[in-house]
């Protein structure tokens, strides 16, 4: 029997497989149990070096962009691709848990081009300025 965060956890990637699978990515859940915290699931869309993944507790909780030995925070990528603060849709505010994955689905097809379909160069040149931009966020935690 699956828990909670492993089926919401399914239901979320379901929304965002139709834009993964179009760019070759696959998905796996990678953990999924009970700890002192709850219920947590972790999950991964995978194209060779690059993977999307992600963590459900009680709602979506950080996301993160790899390649290879690399990676970003969903919110440090949209802060390079909006130059600064700026108006990415996810993580949104919803009593719906499935609205986070629908607000990173919208962030991906604005946003995402980088990562869905550009090179590795300019992934990882996209993730080593994210990286070395500074951290002046005013909102909630990665």
Known sequence: MTNHAEEMLQRGS??????????????????????????????????GPRRLGFHFRHSLG??????????????????FVHG??????????????????????????QHGGDFLGGTDESLLRCIGEALAMPNTKSGPPD
């Open 84 to 109: 600064g603060l700026g108006a990415s849709h996810y993580p949104g505010f919803s009593d719906d848990p499935l609205d986070a994955f629908r607000h990173l689905l919208l962030d991906l097809e």
């Open 62 to 79: 950080i996301v993160t962009y790899s390649l290879a030995d690399r990676s970003m925070t969903h919110q440090q990528y949209m802060r």
């Open 14 to 47: 379901a929304l965002l497989a139709p834009l993964l699978l179009r760019h070759g990515f696959s998905f796996e859940i990678l953990d999924a149990g009970s700890s002192s915290g709850g219920h947590f699931a972790s999950g991964e869309f995978k194209r």
